[in-house]
């Protein structure tokens, strides 16, 4: 009941915050009424009261802030033991299966090929976590170089077509800049992002895929990638909360990606510069 | 032959698991989607004789299709296979509506065991009722039903008999129900209901009991905001009463 305590202790500290913010301008009133011909009170007063209300305004809002932080924490950590255990429980039950029922060979191999997929998975986990730790720590800077923006994300979107047997009209360049374009950073790291970005895209934009990529100079030290799915969309209120949460919004509400690759994706462009 | 129904949008977990199911002689529908599976047990009255439900699904997650699956009177065993195995998570599962909850990674031995044993329920349930009619009494004295005032409660058939009015119990709430007739007379605490129901031994929020109990009194009390037979030890938990001072 960890998230429902959160919960109610939001309601409580709001409830409680309400209540002193209503009793501190009550307060503030009587005495304004009671003191309004003693002029040094009623200044002294004036002044005290509003700070003491804004002190508590403030108290409240950092008290529910950090309450809603730790439900976030609570959805990665959800996230994150989905995404690990599924795999794991999927292997045990091909392993657990292969030991105990008689198989022909044909059978045998699709279980081994099922269990090799979803060892790629947890590898990949592993990998995001890894990697979206090292981009809080502000990445490894002395490796950092030119690399060719154009390129890389011209492998990722082969690379996705690939890997999610999509049709060349699925995933394809809507404008694609002539000129290559030179950012200082990790190419590992920039595939990652941009890979995160267009499976992203692929997962959320339901049976028919019609993606959409574009590479953007608005200005000198500034490139902007677009991806532009046609799938169920985020809700305004959703939008903010994207990265710190497992799901893209309520539409996706926990569909397949544990969240790690778009915290990974929107943390990275923060430490790196064109 | 069982029908057993699959709501698990993991294809290889779901794959998996229908081939087990299979081989041991039940025929499997998957579907990934809570909805599809609200749609097919409720609206469209599909007859499935268990029901395998992931926590974590796209759409409607697994609580809120049991919870919906119970407030539609549909009360397919259900076991709850999800990779949230924290004792809050389990709760919460239960009292959602499910019958069984089964963290992943599992056994699979134990899984097929837990299956089992909610499709012979179902099955003794069937026999029972096709054997007698469906509004026949129980007999009071057996073990397995329990009578108090007008109402009898039948532990195998997980039913509620209060004159001609049936409701059907979840299994969960059949246990309850038991422990705290066993211990008639005498206060429970949440934490022994915790332990001795639902083999919880960690420090879980025992709130969550609470709401059980309010849905046990809806059945069982005239009036349950006045409860008579299902009464709270301030502090310490509840105590049942079969025959109150009226």
Known sequence: MRITRRTKAIAFFIALGACLVALAIALNVGWMIFNWRQA????????????????????????????????QQDSFLNAITHELKTPIASIRLYLETLESRPLVEAQRRDFYHIMLEDTDRLLGTVEQVLKASQVRQGSLRQSWQGVNFNEIVSDMLELTRLRQHLSSSALHWGSKPSDEITVIGSAEELRTAVFNLFDNAVKYSGEEKNIVVDILTPNIDTVALRVLDHGVGIGRKELKRIFARRHGGDAYAESEGEGLGSTFTMRLPRVYRV | MSRILIVEDEMHLAQGLRFNFEAEGHSVDITERGEDAL??????????????????????????????????????????????????????????????????????AILIARIEGLLRRKNWSRITNSATGDHARPDADSQDSFRFDDKIIDFQNLQLRSGSNIVQLTVMESDLLRYLIRNAGH????????????????????????????????????????????????GLGYRFLSNPEH
């Open chain 2, 187 to 234: 206060p429970v605490s949440r934490k022994a209901i915790l332990q001795e129901v639902w083999n919880l031994h960690q420090d879980t929020d025992t709130r969550a009991i609470d709401n059980f109990i309010v849905r046990l009194r809806r059945y069982i009390e005239p009036k349950p905001s006045k409860p008579r037979y299902l009464l709270t030890v301030r």
């Open chain 2, 39 to 108: 749609t097919r047990l409720v609206k469209n009255r599909e007859d499935f004789d268990a029901l395998v439900l992931d926590v974590m699904l796209p759409g409607k997650d697994g609580f809120s299709v049991a919870r919906e699956l119970r407030e539609a009177k549909n009360y397919i065993p259900l076991l709850m296979l999800t990779a949230r195995g924290r004792p809050e998570d389990v709760l919460k599962g239960f009292e959602s509506g499910a019958d069984d909850y089964l963290a992943k990674p599992f056994n699979l």
């Open chain 1, 40 to 71: 040094a009170p009623l200044v002294l007063g004036i002044i005290l009261f509003p700070l003491l209300i804004a002190g508590l305004v403030m108290n409240t809002i950092f008290l529910v802030r950090e309450i809603r932080r730790n439900e």
